[in-house]
Each structure stands twice: as C-alpha cells, then as structure tokens.
C-alpha cells in the first residue's frame, strides 16, 4: 500500500511556505521585488497561496523557480520521497512505497541523481 494520500500532510504547504521563506522576505523569485500582495489560491492545487508581484507585475507561489515548479506529482509525493531518500531506503523501495507506475521511473532516476 502506497503511504502518499492527500490526508497525510495537510500542512505541507506551510512547511514550504516556511522552508523557503522562513530567513528573508517574502519576495518575487523573478525580480527579486518585496512589493507583493496575497493573490488568493489556486482551484486545481488547495491551500497553495498566491501572490502578486506589483515589480513585474505576475503571479507566482512557494515553488515557482524550484525543481517541483509545475510538477505534475503532488507536493506530498515529493516530501514522502525526499524524506525516504535521507532514510537511505531502496529506490525500489521508494518506488513501492508511493506507488510510482513504470512510466514515472525515468524522471524519478533523473531526481536521483540530482
Ligand atoms: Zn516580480
């Protein structure tokens, strides 16, 4: 059985909030900009907040510019991963553990190897 489901790290957006954010301002990872207002949230991803840069005048959230930016796998699967990989667990066993389909296995070998 896979352990990754949507019930298991609600908070994962503020852990990444505060992973990315927590030693400096928030800022536009484009311009660099301080000037930015909350935007609201995105329908197809809960409780990932935007935010509007009045620099360049464009939205962006906690994992624009990232490895995970428009990921198609779920930020938990990525924690979950991330988090077996510092356990030193097998990439098979990694595999099985969130339940990755033969076609994710060519991505997921370029991960890590990063
Ligand atoms: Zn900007």
């Avoid at 949230?41 to 906690?62: A, E, I, L, S």
């Avoid at 924690?79 to 990755?100: D, K, P, Q």
Wanted: glycine residues 4%.
């Amino acid at each position: 059985m896979a352990l990754v489901g949507s019930h298991l790290l609600p908070l994962h957006r503020i852990y990444i909030h505060t992973l990315r954010w927590r030693d400096r301002p928030l800022q536009c990872p484009r311009c660099q900009s301080q000037d930015v207002d909350p935007w609201g949230t995105y329908h197809y991803r809960p409780g990932c907040k935007r935010y509007w840069c009045n620099g360049c005048r464009r939205t962006f959230n906690d994992l624009t510019d990232t490895l995970l930016h428009q990921s198609k796998r779920s930020l938990p699967y990525w924690i979950l991963a991330t988090f077996l990989l510092c356990l030193a667990c097998s990439s098979r066993r990694i595999a099985r553990e969130l339940g990755v389909h033969p076609p994710f296995r060519m991505p997921w070998v370029i991960f890590m190897n990063i």
